[in-house]
């Protein structure tokens, strides 16, 4: 059975760092895309990061492009969200996300971790 | 970026009726590959999104053949044959064609 975890959510103070993983099982995660998507309170979905099956090619949403950093350990069958210098208008939840082979879309989702930006 | 635009923004559905949602983009989907990357998403309440319909016509293993994907280049719709009590929730339409991925801006479906 697929299964992602995310885990690290928490609040964390405009100007913090805070780091989300998600830790995957039930397939090869290392010939596998992921991405990030998040959702603020009330909003819609918006893609925030993804990263290639061998970590070699990563992308950003313009607006956390230098401050949220992908990245993954495929010993560890695990991937990160590295947030630094937060902002209020980061407060989502995120969701970790497995993109479908040869397309992408996201064909398994974690239960999703909230981050809160607030002093 | 791309615009995804979808029409309705909510939609009340009797049981057993059916239901269309509309997903407008502001270019075309059509890769060079020769796939579209449209995609459909159902959140239901208090989950995370799943996937339903991708290259705009192809259900996810398990999704009810109730639902149907359909359109080209621009224009597409997910129609739902007879709308059922679990169906309710926010329908996203996305694109993956071009970074950065982006959704529309949701249509809630609830039940009359």
């Known amino acids: 059975e697929v299964q992602l975890v995310e885990s690290g959510g928490g609040l964390v103070q405009p100007g913090g760092s805070l780091r989300l993983s998600c830790a995957v099982s039930g397939f090869t995660f290392s010939t596998y895309w992921m991405s990030w998507v998040r959702q603020a309170p009330g909003k819609g979905l918006e893609w925030v990061a993804m990263i290639s099956d061998d970590g070699g090619a990563k992308n950003y949403v313009d607006s956390v492009r230098g401050r949220l950093t992908v990245s993954r350990d495929n010993a560890k069958n695990s991937l990160y969200l590295q947030m630094n210098n937060v902002r209020a208008e980061d407060t989502s939840v995120y969701y970790c996300a497995r993109h479908q082979l040869g397309m992408h879309a996201f064909d398994f989702w974690g239960q999703g971790a909230m981050v809160t930006v607030s002093s | 970026d791309i615009v995804m635009t979808e029409t309705p923004l909510s939609l009340s559905v009797t049981p057993g009726q059916p239901a269309s949602i509309s997903c407008k983009s502001s270019r075309s989907l059509l890769h060079s590959d020769g796939k579209t990357h449209l995609y459909w998403y159902l959140q239901k309440p208090g989950q995370s999104p799943q996937l339903l319909i991708y290259?705009?016509?192809n259900r996810l293993s398990g999704v009810p053949d109730r639902f149907s994907g359909s359109g080209s280049g621009t224009d597409f719709t997910l129609k739902i044959s007879r709308v059922e009590a679990e169906d309710v929730g926010v329908y996203y339409c996305m694109q993956g064609i071009q970074l950065p991925w982006t959704f529309g801006q949701g249509t809630k479906v609830e039940i009359k």
């Open positions: 290259g705009v016509s």
